[in-house]
């Protein structure tokens, strides 16, 4: 039993019961940079430690982080040492007891190849921090897959552009406007209409807000907002970004957008098409076949988009650009991008502000090779994304560079990238998969 203190030493203690106390706790001590609390912590949650503590304990930490928040010039140098800090506790930890079991197994002439096959932790600290995802930084591929060509300053000519609707409405903000109908017409309407002097097309993606899916714990990362209704004469929050955070703000708001940019009420040049997506089904402004892109069960316009760009495609036009702000969809493009036919181009414009640049998809994924193209899925995947752990110490940068030095796990990676691999593929790859995991820590291996 641990008995946790903070700023009190007396009074009944409670023990822990939940894991929302053992998450909390560990926030805040990451927080305040509590460096004492964190080498507790990292010997495991505090419910398997049986830990106990005093209300008021958890009140003096809990102030105590407000009070840190509300001066507001914390030190993300103080932060990262109190977290390496805590490592390293859990480090030397760890390696005290493997060594314990390990000579226990010795000296009880235990099977040391066995006591070797399994986990020692409630969780591989390889692959979490503190029990959960470790998060790396996915735009370090990013870096290196850029590095393959030459950068582009100039728009290129294009004939569509499908755009990722949510990373839209985070970036056009309300600057006045007083209702939803307002920030439609004043605000989204320009834009468009700006984007369809260069283009004869845009498709208009939007994600589905799906509840209990994988992308919703990913979302709840991200903070949280006030639910408010969206209706056209409803006003526009003062606060953008927290009013975007509520999933069911953001489905009522792109379900109105969507079906405003269809209909007649505002006028486009009618020479050219407007596609926009509404849940799972697709609506033209121009009647189209869209039995090939709706109804649709992807949930992410990361993935979603890629049919519009292939639809674009079928529709005659041969160059087609993205808008994004994600690296998942420059992965998923270069990817699939070979799947496409007759595509001539297609561009990236990607990134807001002084880091905005268009990336040369076809370029890239030329210069890489089919193969390496397609297997950049399952190694993206695999390296850590929203729902995979990145490996400790080892981001994007370290595991692009073994894949450079190791070329013979193109062809796993590419195999592993094709949605109809089965458990028994990866069971029979499973040697090159950690032949690839001991070279990023050790290349003399």
């Given at each position: 039993?641990?008995?946790?203190?903070?700023?009190?030493?007396?009074?009944?203690?409670?023990?822990?019961?939940?894991?929302?106390?053992?998450?909390?706790?560990?926030?805040?001590?990451?927080?305040?940079?509590?460096?004492?609390?964190?080498?507790?912590?990292?010997?495991?949650?505090?419910?398997?430690?049986?830990?106990m503590?005093?209300?008021?304990?958890?009140?003096?930490?809990?102030?105590?982080?407000?009070?840190?928040?509300?001066?507001?010039?914390?030190?993300?140098?103080?932060?990262?040492?109190?977290?390496?800090?805590?490592?390293?506790?859990?480090?030397?930890?760890?390696?005290?007891?493997?060594?314990?079991?390990?000579?226990?197994?010795?000296?009880?002439?235990?099977?040391?190849?066995?006591?070797?096959?399994h986990?020692?932790?409630?969780?591989?600290?390889s692959?979490?921090?503190?029990?959960?995802?470790?998060?790396?930084?996915?735009?370090?591929?990013?870096?290196?897959?850029?590095?393959?060509?030459?950068?582009?300053?100039?728009?290129?000519?294009?004939?569509?552009?499908?755009?990722?609707?949510?990373?839209?409405?985070?970036?056009?903000?309300?600057r006045?406007?007083?209702?939803?109908?307002?920030?439609?017409?004043?605000?989204?309407?320009?834009?468009?209409?700006?984007?369809?002097?260069?283009?004869?097309?845009?498709?208009?993606?939007?994600?589905?807000?799906?509840?209990?899916?994988?992308?919703?714990?990913?979302?709840?990362?991200?903070?949280?907002?006030?639910?408010?209704?969206?209706?056209?004469?409803?006003?526009?929050?003062?606060?953008?970004?927290?009013?975007?955070?509520?999933?069911?703000?953001?489905?009522?708001?792109?379900?109105f957008?969507?079906?405003?940019?269809v209909?007649?009420?505002?006028?486009?040049?009618?020479?050219?098409?407007?596609?926009?997506?509404?849940?799972?089904?697709?609506?033209?402004?121009?009647?189209?076949?869209v039995?090939?892109?709706?109804?649709?069960?992807?949930?992410?316009?990361?993935?979603?988009m890629?049919?519009?760009?292939?639809?674009?495609?079928?529709d005659?036009?041969?160059?087609?650009?993205?808008?994004?702000?994600?690296t998942?969809?420059?992965?998923?493009?270069?990817?699939?991008?070979?799947?496409?036919?007759?595509i001539?181009?297609?561009?990236?414009?990607?990134?807001?502000?002084?880091?905005?640049r268009?990336?040369?998809?076809?370029?890239?994924?030329?210069a890489?090779g089919?193969?390496?193209?397609?297997?950049?899925?399952?190694?993206?995947?695999?390296?850590?994304?929203?729902?995979v752990?990145?490996?400790?110490?080892?981001?994007?940068?370290?595991?692009?560079?073994?894949?450079?030095?190791?070329?013979?796990?193109?062809?796993?990676?590419d195999?592993?990238?094709?949605?109809?691999?089965?458990?028994?593929?990866?069971?029979?790859?499973?040697?090159d998969?950690?032949?690839?995991?001991?070279?990023?820590?050790?290349?003399?291996?």
């Amino acid at each position: 039993m641990i008995v946790f203190f903070y700023g009190e030493s007396s009074g009944e203690l409670h023990k822990v019961a939940t894991f929302g106390i053992d998450s909390n706790v560990k926030k805040y001590a990451l927080e305040v940079q509590d460096t004492v609390l964190l080498a507790k912590l990292s010997a495991g949650d505090m419910i398997s430690q049986e830990a106990m503590y005093h209300k008021r304990c958890n009140s003096n930490l809990f102030n105590y982080k407000e009070r840190l928040q509300k001066i507001g010039d914390a030190k993300e140098d103080n932060q990262f040492h109190g977290i390496v800090l805590a490592e390293l506790v859990a480090y030397i930890e760890d390696s005290r007891m493997d060594t314990e079991l390990y000579v226990s197994c010795q000296v009880r002439n235990g099977d040391l190849v066995e006591f070797f096959r399994h986990e020692n932790q409630a969780y591989p600290p390889s692959l979490s921090q503190f029990g959960e995802l470790r998060h790396g930084s996915k735009s370090d591929l990013l870096v290196q897959l850029e590095r393959i060509t030459d950068s582009v300053n100039e728009a290129p000519t294009v004939d569509a552009l499908v755009i990722d609707g949510a990373a839209l409405i985070n970036m056009l903000k309300p600057r006045g406007s007083k209702t939803c109908e307002g920030y439609y017409k004043d605000i989204v309407v320009p834009y468009i209409r700006g984007q369809l002097l260069s283009v004869r097309r845009i498709d208009m993606v939007w994600d589905e807000y799906i509840q209990d899916s994988f992308k919703a714990s990913e979302r709840s990362r991200r903070g949280k907002g006030i639910r408010r209704r969206v209706l056209p004469d409803s006003k526009v929050p003062g606060n953008w970004e927290a009013f975007l955070r509520v999933d069911e703000n953001k489905k009522e708001l792109f379900a109105f957008i969507s079906e405003q940019l269809v209909s007649r009420d505002i006028v486009f040049d009618e020479e050219k098409q407007i596609v926009s997506t509404t849940g799972s089904n697709v609506n033209c402004r121009k009647e189209e076949d869209v039995s090939k892109i709706a109804p649709c069960t992807q949930e992410e316009a990361n993935t979603r988009m890629m049919l519009h760009v292939n639809a674009a495609v079928a529709d005659r036009h041969k160059c087609v650009m993205i808008r994004i702000v994600d690296t998942d969809v420059v992965v998923i493009a270069i990817s699939v991008l070979q799947k496409i036919e007759s595509i001539l181009e297609l561009w990236i414009a990607f990134g807001v502000g002084k880091n905005f640049r268009y990336l040369s998809i076809h370029d890239i994924a030329n210069a890489l090779g089919p193969e390496k193209s397609h297997g950049l899925l399952f190694f993206h995947a695999f390296t850590g994304c929203d729902q995979v752990s990145s490996f400790a110490n080892k981001g994007k940068k370290s595991a692009w560079n073994t894949w450079t030095s190791y070329e013979e796990i193109t062809g796993t990676f590419d195999l592993l990238s094709n949605e109809e691999s089965s458990s028994n593929v990866l069971f029979d790859h499973m040697g090159d998969i950690e032949h690839f995991v001991i070279l990023m820590y050790d290349k003399t291996s």
